[in-house]
């Protein structure tokens, strides 16, 4: 499903016109990007969670050369799913 499907899905679950649930998927997903960036986290119960971790620096190699490269550290959105999503899917 891409961004497209999504607001059409969304419209229609929840009886909305398309610009509206559009707005309001871009308006989620700014916040959960906002909130990520400070630090934060955004917990949505049953769902799940988005957070942030940081990976260290590493050293890796260059598959064609086979020359060692430096890795910098840096950080990553992650996103736990909560109980009832992983049982939604599982069923």
């Not at 398309?18 to 917990?43: F, P």
């Amino acid at each position: 499903m891409n961004k497209s499907e999504l607001v059409s899905a969304v419209a229609k679950e929840a009886d909305l016109p398309q610009t509206k649930a559009q707005a309001a998927i871009e308006a989620m997903t700014n916040v959960i990007k906002t909130t990520l960036k400070s630090g934060s986290e955004v917990r949505l119960v049953g769902f799940g969670t988005f957070s942030v971790s940081d990976r260290k620096a590493t050293t890796g190699r260059n598959p064609r050369t086979g020359e060692a490269i430096k890795i910098p550290a840096s950080k990553r959105p992650t996103f736990k799913a909560g109980k009832e999503l992983k049982d939604a899917v599982n069923k």
